[in-house]
C-alpha cells in the first residue's frame, strides 16, 4: 500500500491520501519549530503572529511543492508569480530568520515525501536550539545583575553587606562608589553572578535587613536584548 502511495507521486499525480499525509507530517514538524521557538525565545519584542506564520508558511510550501511536482513549467510558473508578490514584513532577528527558513524546509521536506529528511532535521534543529540556549553560546552577559544600595560614610554595615554577597553570590565584583549628600553618603553598586538565579528576592530581603540601607535596587540584566 506504502509503494501505492509514493507510486503516484512519480507518476505526475498524487492521490489524497498521500497528500493528507504530507500536510500532516508539515503540520507537526513545523508545530515543533514553532513550540521549540517559543521555548528557546529571548527579547522584548513577542510576535505571535511570527509563530502561527512558522506553521501556516510550512503548509503553504508542502502544498507548492506537491503541485509542482516534476512539471518544470509549473515551477517556473509558480517562482514567477512570487517574483511578483511582494513581502513587506521585516525580520530584524537573524534567528527569526533561521527559524522561518527552518519552517518551510520542513515544508519542502514533506511536500516531496520526504518524510525522514524532514522529521531527522528537524529533531536535529530543535535539539540544537535546545542546547544552544542551555549554554548560552555567543552571550557576552557574565553577570546576572546589579545590586545599587547607600550606606553611612565609614559605616560599618558594608562588612556585613560584603558577607551577605559572599555567601549568596558566585562572584560579584564593585563597579562604583559615590559620594552623595555632601559626603554623608556613599552610592554603591555591584554587578553579581547570583547562585540560585531564581532567587534575586532572597538576596534583597537579606541586604534589606542590614542597619543603615537605604535606597536598595536590583537591576536584573536578563531583559536586556543583546543586538
Excluded at 540560585?196 to 534583597?204: C, P, R, S, T
Excluded at 542590614?210 to 536590583?218: A, D, H, N
Aim: hydrophobic letters at 45%; glycine letters at 8%.
Amino acid at each position: 500500500m506504502l509503494a501505492d502511495l509514493f507510486g503516484s507521486y512519480h507518476q505526475g499525480s498524487i492521490n489524497w491520501q498521500t497528500a493528507l499525509l504530507s500536510f500532516l507530517v508539515a503540520a507537526v514538524l513545523s508545530s515543533l519549530i514553532a513550540k521549540t521557538y517559543q521555548f528557546t525565545y529571548e527579547g522584548l519584542s513577542w510576535s505571535k503572529s511570527l509563530v502561527q506564520s512558522l506553521i501556516l508558511g510550512s503548509l503553504v510550501t508542502c502544498m507548492i511543492m506537491m503541485a509542482i511536482g516534476d512539471n518544470v513549467a509549473r515551477g517556473i510558473g509558480v517562482f514567477g508569480t512570487l517574483a511578483i508578490i511582494r513581502f513587506r514584513t521585516n525580520l530584524r532577528d537573524p534567528r527569526d530568520i533561521i527559524y522561518m527558513f527552518a519552517a518551510l524546509g520542513t515544508g519542502i521536506a514533506a511536500g516531496a515525501q520526504s518524510f525522514v529528511v524532514g522529521a531527522m532535521g528537524t529533531l536535529i534543529f530543535c535539539l540544537l536550539s535546545l542546547l544552544l540556549k542551555v549554554t548560552d553560546l555567543g552571550s557576552l552577559r557574565q553577570h546576572h545583575g546589579s545590586i545599587r544600595f547607600q550606606l553611612p560614610t565609614g559605616s560599618p554595615s558594608i562588612d556585613q553587606v560584603k558577607q551577605i554577597l559572599k555567601q549568596s553570590t558566585r562572584r560579584h565584583s564593585l563597579v562604583s562608589m559615590v559620594d552623595l549628600s555632601q559626603g554623608t553618603l556613599i552610592d554603591f553598586t555591584y554587578e553579581v553572578t547570583l547562585r540560585d538565579v531564581h532567587n534575586a528576592e532572597g538576596l534583597l530581603q537579606a541586604l534589606q535587613a542590614v542597619e543603615q540601607m537605604r535606597g536598595l535596587k536590583y537591576i536584573s540584566q536578563e531583559s536586556a536584548v543583546e543586538l
